[in-house]
């Protein structure tokens, strides 16, 4: 395995494929472990190909076992992913970019303007579909910051009928969402 890894960092695409063909077992039952807004099973899939030739990329020849630490390569990506904190790199950073901070540099490009406003969207027509004391709670907990036992204390409901309430009024927003 360390003479195709070495031969895919020397940029021979055959031995890349080899690579990734593989872990596309892995790629795909972890790929269908994860329910991620905004990417659809072949996004995933995508994804876990490109942690593999970042994989490549980043990996030392001679240090340990290729295969388990492109294994852990690929589980932990998928996590950063449902983190949220891979933000829409699809490609696969170059030696320069090893040491690229994403939070100091990242510039919203128009894909994620563009998936922003889908998902406001998104949440606007959902937020309408609850009732309006639902959506007051959810307000008040999430827009205003207010705690539950502060918006109970101003009514004459228990702070676990809020508690009862909000988690109801999210599975709405998330069944319609």
């Known amino acids: 395995m360390e003479k195709l890894v070495e031969k895919a960092k020397n940029g021979d695409r055959g031995a890349t494929e080899l690579i990734i063909g593989k872990f ?3 790629i795909f039952k972890e790929s269908s472990r994860y329910h991620i807004p905004g990417y659809d099973t072949q996004d995933l899939i995508q994804h876990g190909y490109l942690s593999v030739i970042k994989a490549i990329a980043l990996y030392k020849l001679g240090s340990n076992s290729f295969n388990g630490y492109c294994i852990n390569a690929i589980r932990m990506n998928f996590r950063a992913l449902l983190k949220g904190e891979i933000k ?3 490609e696969v950073p170059n030696s320069n970019m090893i ?6 540099h990242y510039e919203f490009t128009l894909e994620d303007e563009v998936i922003a406003y889908d998902e406001a969207k998104n949440l606007y027509i959902a937020l309408n579909t609850l009732e309006p004391f639902e959506r ?4 008040r907990y999430y827009i205003m910051g207010h705690s539950l036992t502060e918006i109970a204390s101003t009514t004459d409901k228990s702070y676990h ?3 009862r309430i909000k988690k109801k009024a999210l599975e709405k927003l998330k069944a319609n969402m």
């Open 88 to 90: 829409h790199f699809r």
């Open 24 to 26: 596309n077992y892995l």
């Open 161 to 163: 009928q809020y508690v």
């Open 99 to 104: 040491d690229f901070d994403a939070q100091e």
């Open 136 to 139: 007051y709670i959810i307000e």
